[in-house]
Nanobody, 124 residues
Framework: QVQLVESGGGLVQAGTSLRLSCAAS????????MGWFRQAPGKEREFVAA????????YYTDSVKGRFTISRDNAKNTVYLQMNSLKPEDTAVYYC?????????????????WGQGTQVTVSS
């Protein structure tokens, strides 16, 4: 079992930055590919970013490329999502998730563990 707890969400203005954190406990954190997803009101959950076990590889959805950065600190069992130049359309509940791997990036169904989410609201 892996337990994931997100933090760092909030209400911010467009153009500003926010950093989300996801603390993991349970199994060996470095054994998992980590991902961030988001779900806006009335929409399906969508993939945002993923990072490999070592942090050497990352992958982003097109809408956040150049604005968001995913990173991890395996010594702290934590994965981060630095979000810059935020837009109102980034408003969503953000979830972190853990995958034992397989495909790169993992398919959504390959993420076996999910956090409860943290709300990010970007005002215009």
């Amino acid at each position: 079992q892996v337990q994931l707890v997100e933090s760092g969400g909030g209400l911010v203005q467009a153009g500003t930055s926010l950093r989300l954190s996801c603390a993991a406990s349970g199994r060996t954190f470095s054994n998992y590919v980590m991902g961030w997803f988001r779900q806006a009101p009335g929409k399906e959950r969508e993939f945002v970013a993923a990072i490999s076990w070592s942090g050497g590889s990352t992958y982003y959805t097109d809408s956040v490329k150049g604005r968001f950065t995913i990173s991890r600190d395996n010594a702290k069992n934590t994965v981060y999502l630095q979000m810059n130049s935020l837009k109102p359309e980034d408003t969503a509940v953000y979830y972190c998730a853990a995958s034992r791997g397989g495909n790169w990036p993992p398919r959504t169904y390959e993420y076996g563990y999910w956090g409860q989410g943290t709300q990010v609201t970007v005002s215009s």
